[in-house]
C-alpha cells in the first residue's frame, strides 16, 4: 500500500469513528391525540373554555381544571355556567379515552381556576372567585371584596366526583390563588394579595404596602381532615410596589414559591432581594424556600434572577434537591446566577435549574428560546433527567436549541411543547414541538405519565392543527379548551433498542391476569410493575421458563409500565 492509499485509508477510519460518537438527532415526537374539552352545545357568540391546569394520579388518569361559559359539555356530562365564567374540574381516562365525570363550581359573576393537584383519590383546586357567593357543591363561600381565593377539594369515587369542602380568603380587594400543590394531608396555595390585610384561619397578614395599589405575596397551608380543610399558617414576601407568587411545589416539608416582584426591595421572611429593574414596574424574578414545621411555616432562602425590565414566572417543578423554573423575560439580558441570558426578541422563554442545599439555593444552568417576538413558558414537568415544558411562541421562527418551529401565523400565538436534559452543569434542548392555526393558541398545562406527555390549553384558531390531527372549533368568537398528547420517543427508542424478537404481553387491557412471553435469548430477570408515576406497585420472580403469569388483582384500572427481562413495555389495566 502507498503513502497516499494509506493516508486515504487513515481518513476513512477516522471519518468513521467520528461518526460512531457524534450523537444522533433527536427523534421529535408526533401528536398523538388532540381532542376539545369543555366543548360549547351552540355555537354563541360568547361560548369559552380554557384548560388552565392538569394533573394524573398513579393509575395514569388524567385529570383538568379551567373555566367556561355558556353550556358544554365534557364526555356525557353537560355543564351550564351561572355567570359569565364558571370554574370546571373533570377527570378523563385515557385506557377508554373519554371523560369519566365533570363539575362545575361558582356563582352568578365571574370564578377563575388556575391551579390542580391529585393525591390519591383526593382532588385539589384552586383560584378567585368574583362573585357575591359561590357555590362548590353543598358548600357556599361569601365573597368579601372584589376577587377572593379559594381553595377547594373534590372526592373521585371512581365514575364520579363530587365536591367535599371549600375555603375562602380576601379582604376588601383583589386576591387571588395562582399556584397549588399538595403532600399528604398538607395542602399549599399560593398568590397575591391586594386587600390590606388578608386572614387565613388564625393567620392575619398585612400588606405593607397599604391599600396604594401594592400586591404582596402570601403562601399558606391549609390541613385536609377529610371532610374539612382549614388553614393552619400563612406567610407574606414583597415590599411596597406588585409583587406576587405564580407558581409553587412542595417535597416533603420544603415548599418552593416562585414569581416576580415590581419593589425595589423585597422582603422574604430573613432575606432582602434587590430589584435590578431601572423603572418602576419593572419586575425581577424570585425563587424561594420554606420549611413547612407543622404548625408554622417559616423562609428558608430566597434567589432573584432578571436584568432591567420585565421578567416573569411561569412555571415551578422540584426534583429531590433540583428546583427547575420557568417563564418569560424582556430585559435586553437576564442573570440566572453566573448565567446571563441574551434576550433575541420582545419576550424570551426561559427555563433555569437551582440547587437547594438546605440553607441556600443556587442556580446551576438556564437556557432560552424564542425568536424575535413573544415567547412565554407557562408549564413543566420532570422526569428523572427530562425537563418538559410548554408554553407559546408569537414569533415568525422560534428555536429551542437545535430545533427551529415555524408560525402559522406572525401575529398570533402557536402552541409549543419541548424537552431538554439536565446533564448537571447544564440543560440542552433535545426536541421541541408545535400546534396551532391563524389565530392564538396556547399551552397552560403539562403532565407526563409513563410514557405519554400530556398538554392542555385553549385554541382560537377556526382550525388548529396537531401534527395530522386537525381540531376544529364552531366559531370565531370563541376559545374552546384542548387537551392532546405526545409520546416520548426516548423512551420508545431504548425499548426498541433492546428487542430482540417481538415479546408479547397479553390481555392488554388485562383483567386480573396478564402473560408475558419473552422471546428466545432473553435473559431471566426479575419484573417490576410501576405505575403511571414511577412507583413500583408489583414484583415478580425472574421468570423460569418462556413465559410468566402476572398477578394484577387488586391494582386499581390504568396504565403501567413492566420492566425487567426483555423491553419495558405498557399494560392497561381495566
Known amino acids: 500500500m502507498n503513502f497516499f492509499s494509506s493516508f486515504f485509508f487513515v481518513g476513512l477510519l477516522v471519518l468513521l469513528l467520528l461518526a460512531l460518537h457524534m450523537p444522533a438527532a433527536a427523534q421529535v415526537p408526533a401528536w398523538q391525540s388532540a381532542r376539545a374539552v369543555a366543548a360549547a352545545t351552540a355555537a354563541a357568540a360568547n361560548n369559552y373554555s380554557e384548560v388552565r391546569a392538569t394533573a394524573v394520579d398513579a393509575a395514569g388518569n388524567v385529570y383538568l381544571t379551567g373555566i367556561f361559559s355558556n353550556t358544554v359539555v365534557l364526555g356525557g356530562t353537560t355543564l351550564t355556567s351561572l355567570g359569565s365564567y364558571d370554574v370546571f374540574v373533570a377527570k378523563f381516562n385515557p385506557v377508554s379515552n373519554q371523560f369519566v365525570w365533570a363539575q362545575r363550581a361558582g356563582g352568578t359573576s365571574y370564578e377563575y381556576a388556575t391551579a390542580l393537584a391529585v393525591d390519591g383519590s383526593s382532588v385539589y383546586v384552586a383560584g ?53 400543590a399538595v403532600s399528604g394531608t398538607s395542602v399549599y396555595v399560593a398568590g397575591a394579595f391586594g386587600s390590606s390585610t388578608l386572614g387565613f384561619g388564625p393567620t392575619t397578614l398585612t ?8 400586591y404582596d405575596v402570601f403562601v399558606a397551608k391549609l390541613t385536609d381532615a377529610g371532610s374539612t380543610g382549614s388553614f393552619v399558617w400563612a406567610q407574606r414576601a414583597g415590599g ?10 412542595v417535597s416533603g416539608t420544603s415548599v418552593y414559591v416562585a414569581g416576580e416582584f415590581g419593589s425595589a426591595t423585597a422582603g422574604f421572611g430573613a432575606t432582602t432581594l434587590a430589584n435590578v429593574g431601572t423603572t418602576v414596574g419593572n419586575s425581577d424574578i424570585f425563587v424561594a424556600k420554606l420549611t413547612d414545621a407543622g404548625s408554622t411555616g417559616s423562609f428558608a432562602w430566597a434567589q432573584r434572577a432578571g436584568g432591567t425590565d420585565y421578567d416573569g414566572v411561569g412555571a415551578l417543578a ?4 433540583s428546583v427547575y423554573v420557568a417563564g418569560g423575560f424582556r430585559s435586553p439580558i437576564a442573570s440566572f446566577g453566573t448565567t446571563a441570558l441574551t434576550n433575541t426578541g420582545a419576550y424570551d ?44 411562541f408569537r414569533s415568525p421562527t422560534a ?13 398570533s400565538s402557536d402552541v409549543f411543547v419541548s424537552k431538554l436534559t439536565d446533564v448537571g452543569n447544564a440543560g440542552n434542548f433535545v426536541w421541541a414541538q408545535r400546534a396551532g392555526g391563524a389565530d392564538y393558541d396556547e399551552a397552560n398545562a403539562l403532565a407526563v405519565s409513563g410514557t405519554s406527555v400530556y398538554v392542555a390549553g385553549f385554541v382560537q384558531s377556526l382550525t388548529a392543527s396537531f401534527g395530522s390531527i386537525t381540531l376544529p372549533k364552531p366559531s370565531s368568537n370563541n376559545a374552546l379548551g384542548f387537551l392532546a398528547t405526545l409520546t416520548d420517543p426516548t423512551l420508545t427508542a431504548t425499548a426498541a433498542a433492546r428487542t430482540l424478537t417481538p415479546e408479547q404481553l397479553f390481555p392488554n387491557p388485562a383483567h386480573g391476569t396478564a402473560t408475558l412471553r419473552l422471546p428466545a435469548g432473553t435473559a431471566p430477570a426479575p419484573l417490576t410493575l410501576t405505575d403511571a408515576l414511577g412507583r413500583a406497585v408489583r414484583r415478580y420472580p425472574a421468570p423460569d421458563g418462556p413465559e410468566a403469569a402476572l398477578d394484577l388483582q387488586g391494582l386499581p384500572a390504568g396504565l403501567y409500565l413492566l420492566r425487567g427481562a426483555g423491553p419495558v413495555q405498557r399494560l392497561a389495566v381495566e
Do not use: C, H
Open 207 to 214: 400588606n405593607i404596602g397599604g391599600t396604594s395599589g401594592a
Open 399 to 411: 428555536d429551542f436549541g437545535p430545533t427551529m418551529l415555524t408560525n402559522t401565523n406572525t401575529v
Open 128 to 180: 378567585y372567585f368574583g362573585s357575591s357567593t359561590a357555590g362548590f357543591g353543598l358548600t357556599t363561600l361569601t365573597n368579601a371584596g372584589f376577587d377572593d381565593v379559594f381553595v377547594a377539594k373534590l372526592t373521585d369515587g371512581g365514575s364520579t366526583g363530587s365536591f367535599v369542602w371549600a375555603q375562602r380568603a380576601g379582604g376588601p380587594s383583589n386576591d387571588d390563588a395562582n399556584a397549588l
Open 349 to 392: 422563554a426561559y427555563v433555569a435549574r437551582l440547587t437547594d442545599t438546605g440553607s441556600m439555593g443556587s442556580f446551576n444552568w438556564a437556557q432560552r428560546a424564542g425568536g424575535t417576538g413573544y415567547e412565554f413558558a407557562k408549564a413543566l414537568a420532570v422526569n428523572g433527567s427530562s425537563v418538559y415544558m410548554v408554553g407559546y
Open 318 to 321: 422540584v426534583s429531590g434537591t
Open 240 to 249: 411596597t410596589d406588585y409583587d406576587g407568587a405564580s407558581a409553587l411545589a
